[in-house]
T-cell receptor, first 115, second 113 residues
Framework: NAGVTQTPKFRVLKTGQSMTLLCAQD?????MYWYRQDPGMGLRLIHY???????AKGEVPDGYNVSRLKKQNFLLGLESAAPSQTSVYFC??????????????FGPGTRLTVL | GNSVTQMEGPVTLSEEAFLTINCTYT??????LFWYVQYPGEGLQLLLK?????DKGSNKGFEATYRKETTSFHLEKGSVQVSDSAVYFC????????????FGAGTTVTVRA
């Protein structure tokens, strides 16, 4: 099993450009998450999904959109990148509540730089 | 709201030294508590967890005890190795069935041979 995978691993954008980060999991998890990691701030939740076709806002959703068209994939989009979105982005997934839902499995991360 | 406060790093130790990373939390009800570890260039992985007061989580020689009276979940290891060099995150969920995690800022630990 590959677990949680993310593409790309690195990306450099210019201000105003758009891009999509792809997350895939092969553990049949219902729940998926996107976080950003910034120095001294830990991980902050951007958006999450509790099942195929559903998404919800997290702590810092502005400037991002997401889609969960297939259970195994969770896409994070930046429509018009800004330097403040320079960060490391992590995707995670977990089981349903009552089945250890709060144990999350993380991908290796995407390092994004916006110039 | 729920929050986690970790001791600031970085922490630098020699091999076989004792490691403690302090973590305190603010939450209503009965949160579950976690320690995640991030090795260089990798994503986070669960190190240990505790779901109720006085529970002790343990893994890979690390231990942490859920102390409700002091709202703490300090991480300890008696003898660290170079391979323990990583960033350690304390986290909580509001309860056993809550899927949202609140993370601390992370503590960078470097172990020197």
């Amino acid at each position: 099993n590959a677990g949680v995978t993310q593409t790309p691993k690195f990306r450099v954008l210019k201000t105003g450009q758009s891009m999509t980060l792809l997350c895939a999991q092969d553990m049949n998890h219902e729940y998926m998450y996107w976080y950003r990691q910034d120095p001294g701030m830990g991980l902050r939740l951007i958006h999450y999904s509790v099942g195929e076709g559903t998404t919800a806002k997290g702590e810092v959703p502005d400037g991002y959109n997401v889609s969960r068209l297939k259970k195994q994939n969770f896409l994070l989009g930046l429509e018009s990148a800004a330097p403040s979105q320079t960060s490391v982005y992590f995707c995670a997934s977990s089981y349903l509540p009552g089945l250890g839902a709060n144990e999350q499995f993380f991908g290796p991360g995407t390092r994004l730089t916006v110039l | 709201g729920n929050s986690v406060t970790q001791m600031e790093g970085p922490v630098t130790l020699s091999e076989e030294a004792f490691l403690t990373i302090n973590c305190t939390y603010t939450a209503t009800g009965y949160p579950s508590l976690f320690w995640y570890v991030q090795y260089p260039g990798e994503g986070l992985q669960l190190l240990l967890k505790a779901t109720k007061a006085d529970d002790k989580g343990s893994n890979k020689g690390f231990e942490a005890t859920y102390r409700k009276e002091t709202t703490s979940f300090h991480l300890e290891k008696g003898s660290v190795q170079v391979s323990d060099s990583a960033v350690y995150f304390c986290a909580l969920s509001a309860n056993f069935n809550d899927y949202k995690l609140s993370f601390g800022a992370g503590t960078t630990v470097t172990v020197r041979a």
